[in-house]
């Protein structure tokens, strides 16, 4: 492994929760807030502000409406989030295997 | 990162898509519980038109309608919302079936395109077309091969008039319905326990 690997990495991404958040999203078509809250085990600004950056980068979409009087968000992965999240896990495996050859 | 520290995130995320995969997957229960109805239904449609109550087909045929739609409103997993692009597809596909099924047995036979026994064989082949491509999007072999069996049905019921034809009904029912139902269900119970 060298340094500019890691470099290569995106560091939007590289957070636990945005990871855990596009690990979930690119298994589904969408999922509600509540769900990837309860998935990640964590709280409702944390998911928010994970989120937030995430939208800001067009790696998601997140709509908003009511179910009943009840809002409800759902979040989307983009096409531009699907090829970061591909490229990040590219790159993850290669770190893992110039390593390997390289020990 | 160390190489460790990347192979323990790539595990991480095959597990969360595993995991997120396992609990959108479908359960099989709607395939289960509208097999059965269906089965009841078809045998009190068979034996009310056995006893020549004809005009009350109808109104079990409406029943059996509303029965399956409160079935599928039940069954289909709702409690997370999570939408997926197999839901989704599988969903528009069987509401394709449906529309077609429903204007091969109470449009065309009115307009004398075919005669009202043609309808169960067609209905048969339809079926089969969506079961298959439900397999296909489950990727579970058993109901792909279920796909089959309707088809099979369908020759079944273009052979024979009688009595037979609840018999063949029933059994491709069982078979290529709510046996596929119950290994999905297994399979949903593996993946979800894992």
Known sequence: ?103 | MEREQAQQEISMIREMIEKTKAETAESGWFFILIGIFIMVATSGIALLESLNLHQWVWVALVVMLVGGAVIGHFTIEKKTRVRTYAKTVWVSTWTACSMAILLMTFLFPFLDLYPMSTVPVLALLVIGVAVFVTGVIFETRAVIYSGFVWWAGAIGMALVFDITRLYIMLATLFLGWVLPGIILNRQYQRRSHA
């Open chain 1, 1 to 103: 492994m060298n340094h500019a690997q890691i470099l290569q990495l995106d560091p939007l991404i590289h957070a636990p929760i945005r990871l855990g958040i596009l690990s979930i999203l690119v298994a589904v078509e969408s999922a509600p807030f509540s769900y990837l809250k309860d998935r990640l085990d964590t709280s409702d600004g944390n998911l928010s502000t994970h989120l937030t950056k995430l939208e800001q980068a067009g790696y998601v979409s997140i709509e908003k409406s009511f179910q009943g009087k009840r809002p409800l968000t759902t979040c989307f992965m983009t096409e531009m989030g699907r090829k970061a999240f591909e490229t990040y896990l590219e790159q993850l495996e290669r770190i893992v295997k110039t390593t390997k050859s390289g020990e």
